[in-house]
């Protein structure tokens, strides 16, 4: 008996990693919006893994996944994620970025709050207004300075982090809590 290779679908996941599926869930923008009525009219169509994929298919996984990083993620973590990969508006994402500067804020008592607050929102993918040149001249301060607060030094052989260093942790460690999710959803590998 032959087997047709294309009525044959392996169940693989898109994703390597966990990083790779939630920047997939927050970047993607919606087709359109459907009415629920318009929903329930459709029925349960149901079809078959060989057909090709649309852009409602995307929508769907994209949906899917952030309703899993949203449910095992704390409030804290999310922000963090909302704040790394969500691009669509600043509004949209202001909650996040002003938690996510009070922890920082915490975790960087001696930082200034005016470079605090740019550095977090170059970080986020809002607008860099000034150079780390700039900030040594403004605080008074050396260039080496600026450098080590936003990405960190080794002193006595350890590794200090800066806060691009701390935040960038602080993102994989939420998207290192959501893998063991994803990949028992079958999202990652």
């Keep these: 008996m032959l087997i047709d290779r294309r009525s ?9 990693t966990a990083e790779q599926a939630i920047e997939f869930a927050f970047g993607y923008a919606p087709v359109c919006k459907i009415s629920k ?6 029925g349960g169509s149901v079809r078959l893994r060989a ?11 994209a949906a899917l996944i952030l309703r899993i990083v949203e ?25 996040s970025v ?3 500067l009070e ?5 960087f008592p001696r930082v200034p709050w005016m470079f605090l607050r740019e550095t977090v929102g170059c970080w986020s993918h809002m607008e860099r207004s000034h150079t780390e040149l700039w900030w040594a001249d403004f605080l008074g301060i050396a260039p080496s300075t600026v450098q080590r607060w936003r990405r960190g030094f080794k002193a006595r052989g350890r590794r200090m982090p800066g806060i691009l260093t ?14 063991a999710e994803l990949r028992e959803t079958g999202w990652i590998r």
């Design 103 to 107: 922890l920082t804020r915490a975790k």
């Design 71 to 95: 449910r095992e993620l704390s409030v804290d973590d999310l922000c963090f994620v909302v704040c790394r990969y969500r691009w669509d508006s600043a509004e949209a994402k202001m909650v």
């Design 166 to 179: 701390w935040l960038d942790d602080r993102v994989r460690e939420a998207c290192d809590q959501a893998a």
């Design 98 to 100: 002003l938690r996510v």
């Design 51 to 61: 057909e090709r994929r649309d852009p409602y298919d995307d929508a769907a996984e």
């Design 8 to 16: 044959v679908t392996m169940n693989v996941p898109r994703f390597r």
């Design 37 to 42: 009525a318009i929903v329930s009219m459709r």
